[in-house]
C-alpha cells in the first residue's frame, strides 16, 4: 500500500531531523487516530535520539488519556518554540486550516522547515513536503504501523497501543466499511508488538455510566428522519450536559452508535459548544459521501465519517431543533 520511494524519504527525512514538531488536527477534535499517531510518531522519533514535541489543540479526551504519553502533549502554543524545528510531521489531517497552527506553519514552510504529511483523508492537500496519502487505508495509525514495519523499526507496546488505537477507533473495533485485510493485518501485527488491546476496548467502548447513558436516552428520543434526504439527526445542547454534570466528552460516540440505524443513509448528531455547534455525520450506505456535506460547512474527513464546526448555538423552536447564531 506504501509507496517504497515515498517511504524511504520520509525516512531520509526523519533520519536527517534534529528537533521535529509533531501535530494531528484541530478541527475536529484530535480523535483516536489523530492523537494516537501523534503520540506513537513522538514515542518513534524519541527513541531515535531526537527532540520531539507533541502538539494537540486541546487536551486528550478522558476517553484517550490512557494513551502513553498523552499528559505530555502541548497544548500551548506559546510554549512551542517554532523556530527550533527543523521537521514538522502532519499527522490525519489534509489542510494547514485544520491544524490549530496554520500561520505558524505557513510562516515556518516559507523559512525552508521540511514538512511531512501522512494521511488517509480524500481530496486536496496543501501542507506540502513529502507526503503519503492514501485513502483507501482505515487510519493514518494503519499507514504509520506499515512504514514502521518496512523500516523494520522496533514497535514498542507503547506505541502499538496508540496505533491500534487509532485503527480501532476508525473502524469502529472493525466493523465499519473501513475494515479490510491490511487494517486487520496491521492490528495483529500491533497485538504480536504489545498492544493492550483490553485497555483499549476498556476506556473507548466499555466506559458508558448511567449518567452518560441517561445523556444517550435523551439523544435518542430527539432522532428524527428526513424523509427526502434520508439523513437521521439529533441535537445534544449544554444543558443535556450540565443536567446530568458531564463533560462535552460524554457525548462521543453516539454518531457511532447511531450509524447501525438501518433505515437511513446517514446519521448527524450536531452537539452544542460554546459559541459553536459540532457536527458528526457518519453513513454505512455505500452510495454517500459524508465527507462532501462537511465541507460544504468548512469541516473534513472521509467518505463515511466526517466532521464540522460551525458558529451558532441550538435552540428548541415550534417548528422543531435549530442552530441560530
Not at 489542510?95 to 486536496?124: C, M, T, W, Y
Not at 487510519?139 to 485503527?167: K, Q, Y
Request: aromatic letters at 4%; proline letters at 3%; charged letters at 20%.
Amino acid at each position: 500500500m506504501v509507496d517504497s520511494t515515498i517511504s524511504n524519504k520520509i525516512k531520509e527525512t526523519l533520519n536527517d531531523a534534529t528537533n521535529v514538531l509533531v501535530l494531528g488536527h484541530a478541527n475536529p477534535r484530535p480523535d483516536g487516530d489523530s492523537l494516537g499517531s501523534v503520540l506513537a510518531m513522538t514515542h518513534y522519533l524519541r527513541s531515535m535520539g531526537k527532540a520531539a514535541t507533541a502538539y494537540a489543540v486541546v487536551p486528550a479526551a478522558p476517553s484517550l488519556a490512557y494513551l502513553p504519553g498523552s499528559f505530555e502533549l502541548t497544548t500551548d502554543v506559546a510554549k512551542l518554540t517554532m523556530g527550533s524545528y527543523d521537521v514538522i510531521v502532519a499527522l490525519d489531517f489534509s489542510e494547514l486550516k485544520n491544524s490549530g497552527l496554520e500561520e505558524e506553519l505557513r510562516v515556518a514552510r516559507q523559512r525552508g522547515v521540511k514538512f511531512i504529511n501522512i494521511d488517509h483523508h480524500p481530496g486536496e492537500h496543501d501542507i506540502g513536503g513529502v507526503e503519503l496519502v492514501v485513502p483507501t487505508a482505515s487510519s493514518t495509525a494503519e499507514l504509520l504501523c506499515e512504514l514502521l514495519v518496512g523500516w523494520r523499526a522496533t514497535i514498542t507496546p507503547d506505541m502499538a497501543t496508540c496505533l491500534l488505537t487509532g485503527i480501532l477507533t476508525d473502524t469502529q473495533n472493525f466493523t465499519n466499511g473501513a475494515t479490510t485485510f491490511m487494517a486487520m493485518q496491521a492490528g495483529a501485527e500491533l497485538l504480536r508488538s504489545g498492544a493492550r488491546l483490553r485497555q483499549i476496548t476498556a476506556h473507548t467502548w466499555q466506559n458508558k455510566d448511567l449518567p452518560i447513558l441517561r445523556l444517550w436516552g435523551k439523544v435518542l428520543l430527539r432522532l428524527q428522519e428526513d424523509k427526502q434526504t434520508g439523513i437521521a439527526t439529533t441535537v445534544i445542547t449544554l444543558q443535556d450536559l450540565a443536567e446530568e454534570n458531564l463533560p462535552a466528552e460524554a457525548a462521543e460516540g453516539v454518531a457511532n452508535f447511531l450509524n447501525s440505524l438501518s433505515t437511513s443513509k446517514a446519521i448527524l448528531v450536531l452537539r452544542e459548544e460554546v459559541g459553536s455547534v459540532k457536527g458528526s455525520l457518519r453513513t454505512v450506505s455505500e452510495d454517500v459521501d459524508v465527507s462532501i456535506i462537511a465541507k460544504q460547512y468548512g469541516g473534513g474527513g472521509h467518505k463515511k465519517a466526517a466532521g464540522f464546526l460551525i458558529p451558532g448555538h441550538i435552540v428548541q423552536t415550534a417548528d422543531g431543533w435549530k442552530i441560530v447564531e
